[in-house]
């Protein structure tokens, strides 16, 4: 296999991330007009309401190449993903004060 060859087998991994504190950033109140509102800080327009973040990275999932993947294949993939975040999430949810909120994947 010359390179040009090789150069089309590039192999990467699937990493599961998730962020714990994003959603804090905005608070939303429920009104009679708008059914809602987003809550910040404002200065000048609307900025984020200050709060830590936090990045938490998983174990790599490695990835064999398939040339012409069926959807079943892409299914076990994407569900082997899914349950490596909800483990990811499980794992460090009570790390950074999220151990009453459940993880919800839409």
Same mark, same amino acid.
């Not at 076990?76 to 909800?86: I, K, N, T």
């Given at each position: ?6 150069? !089309? ?15 804090? =950033?905005y *608070? *939303? ?5 708008s059914? *809602? ?13 200050? =709060? ?9 999932? =490695?990835?064999? *190449? ?11 993939? =994407? ?23 459940? !993880?919800?994947?839409?």
């Amino acid at each position: 296999m010359n390179r040009k060859e090789e150069a !089309l087998f590039i192999r990467v991994s699937l990493v599961p991330v998730i962020t714990f504190g994003e959603n804090e =950033h905005y *608070q *939303q109140y429920k009104n009679w007009i708008s059914n *809602q509102w987003v809550w910040g800080r404002s200065i000048v327009g609307y900025l984020p309401l200050r =709060h830590p973040v936090t990045t938490v990275v998983g174990k790599p999932i =490695h990835v064999n *190449q398939i040339i012409d993947p069926s959807q079943t294949d892409i299914d076990q993939l =994407h569900d082997q993903y899914l349950q490596a975040v909800e483990q990811l999430y499980n794992t460090n949810k009570a790390n950074y004060g999220f151990e009453n909120v459940k !993880l919800e994947i839409i």
